[in-house]
């Protein structure tokens, strides 16, 4: 057009023009469409630079990349808000119980990746010949001992009234110190086994001392039950993730002792937030001492008061239910490693450990769910299913029935200690309570040592072994039963007192200033 080349052009701007769209791409200079290729379109010039506007930066490709992780971030940030809303539901932010349960979780987290390491230390690494041995000195050198020192380990932390956090954090540091020293002396069994025992006496140490401290930061609305049960969920969870991690870097690295070290920094923030509980779990005002072992005053193993025979009824079951675990965990290993080679036997451990795991989740969160009003006749029903299930297994043994028997082992574990929970806070007063469920602990604990020691003095024999286990469990559920109706003569025959007994009538009595006639 005439008169156009006297004007001046004005600068474009490729990023919306119209006809750097049309020629060169969506949003874009170049004539390939390639975002940000510094070539200019439409009218520019080949080879020339765009110049993109002062403070306007290129927007970023989306890729399925991006996406993902945009997503997963999301996904994470909502999953942390959900675990810390739940560790905070029905009063426990406000009672301390949150700063428990992180506790907790810490604690658990450090006794499982102690067991992974010891587990690769003393059962992987020996030669298949050489396992049992090499299991049973550790029972020797560790568990024995344990029952020894238990029940003078219980009482003594129990008259611990004061300074809990400090006994809490005590613990920690002690494991976090043996961990070290067995990092440091991997190789020399004299110095293995003494601190994996040492760290085993600090792990039960924790369990009786927790026992101590729920009862005092126990919101007003929430029973002991479910606190029981949200530390156990928790604890759980926290064990599981950290353990496999665990596991896992030791299969890329093959370094037993850096598992070790890692597991003395995880030890040490355990102490960290144990310190960091709330002061009420210090105080021990309106405690008295208590015994689990005997439901009458007579010869008493334990000194303090008696809790009654469902107590002590309820603690048989729950321990035949923690031995029949510690049984299986160890007699299973065996058998597994005996008759499983390869990728068949790396398949059924961890099928094993699945399935114990996740039964034991399964029962803490169908008794979390449960009210648990009578809980007498749940733990009734958890310990004759499970031996039910047993005597099916013995009848017809196989791997895929003797990992079903660990399953509901698992269920009924959890319900047990829960229903054992419930009938704690149901029959034992107040002041009795907190001691009560630290010794409770204690003997639970020296039930799964004396169940592991039975599977590792079997043979690596299917029926036989679970024969044996089918035997013991129905001998503690007619046990259990027979307790049960003892326990309930008294009431039975106070309420038969009542209906017979004739009423006295009542005399009316005379008004004031009245005489009588």
């Known amino acids: 057009m005439p008169g156009r080349s006297d004007r001046a052009e004005p ?4 990023r919306g023009s119209g006809e750097g769209r049309a020629s060169g791409g969506p949003g874009d200079g170049g004539p390939s469409g390639r975002p940000g290729d510094g070539r200019t379109g439409g009218g520019g010039q080949p080879g020339e630079r765009r110049t993109d506007p002062p403070g306007q930066r290129q927007p970023r490709k989306t890729t399925v990349t991006r996406v993902a992780a945009v997503r997963a971030g999301y996904l994470l940030g909502a999953g942390v808000r959900w675990i810390g809303a739940a560790s905070r539901a029905g009063g426990a932010g406000e009672s301390g119980l949150t700063r428990l349960i992180w506790a ?3 604690h658990y987290a450090a006794d499982a990746m102690i067991a992974v390491c010891l587990a690769g230390t003393i059962f992987f690494s020996a030669a298949r010949s050489e396992q049992r ?7 020797l050198v560790t568990m024995a001992p344990f029952a020894v020192v238990a029940p003078l380990v219980g009482p ?5 009234q004061r300074g809990r956090r400090l006994a809490l954090a005590a613990t920690a540091v002690g494991r976090a110190l043996l961990a070290w020293i067995m990092a440091a002396q991997f190789g020399n069994g004299f110095a293995l086994y003494p601190a994996a025992f ?4 600090l792990s039960k140490s924790y369990a009786v001392l927790r026992g101590a401290c729920l009862p005092r930061v126990l919101p007003p609305r929430m029973t002991l039950v479910s606190a029981n049960a949200r530390l156990s969920m928790f604890g759980l969870a926290a064990a599981t993730v950290c353990g496999s991690l665990l596991a896992g870097i030791i299969h890329l690295t093959g370094s037993y002792p850096m598992a070790l070290r890692i597991t003395t920094a995880v030890c040490l923030v355990a102490a960290v937030l144990s310190l960091r509980l709330p ?6 005002e309106g405690e008295a001492e208590a015994t689990v072992v005997r439901s009458d005053r007579r010869g008493r193993v334990w000194q303090g008061q008696s809790l009654g025979l469902r107590v002590v009824t309820a603690l048989r079951a729950a321990g035949a239910l923690r031995a029949l675990s510690g049984f299986l965990t160890l007699f299973l290993a065996f058998y597994i490693q005996a008759t499983e080679t390869g990728a068949a036997a790396a398949f059924s451990l961890g099928g094993l450990a699945a399935a114990a795991a996740g039964g ?10 449960l009210t648990l009003s009578r809980p007498d006749p749940v733990l009734l029903t958890s310990i004759g299913g499970v031996a039910a299930v047993a005597v099916v297994a013995t009848l017809s043994y196989s791997l895929t029935t003797a990992i079903l028997v660990a399953a509901a082992a698992g269920v009924a574990n959890a319900l047990g200690k829960l229903c054992l929970d419930a009938i704690i806070q149901r029959e034992v007063p107040d002041a009795l309570r907190a001691s009560a469920f630290a010794r409770s602990e204690t003997l639970l604990q020296l039930a799964w040592v004396a169940g592991g020691g039975l599977g590792i003095a079997l043979p690596s024999n299917g ?3 679970f024969g044996v286990a089918a035997g013991l469990l129905v001998a503690a559920f007619a046990l259990t039963i027979v307790g049960r109706r003892r326990s309930l003569r008294p009431r039975l025959r106070s309420t038969r007192r009542s209906a017979t007994q004739p009423q006295q009538p009542t005399r009316p009595t005379p008004a004031a200033g009245g005489g009588g006639t």
């Open 279 to 284: 002061a009420a779990v210090d105080s021990a």
């Open 198 to 201: 040492g760290a085993l006496v």
């Open 463 to 465: 029926p036989l072994g």
């Open 133 to 139: 041995t090499q299991v049973a000195l550790y029972l």
């Open 104 to 106: 907790h979780c810490a």
């Open 11 to 14: 600068p474009r701007n490729r």
């Open 360 to 369: 034991a989740i399964v029962g803490t969160a169908l008794g979390a769910r």
């Open 156 to 160: 003594a932390l129990d008259r611990l």
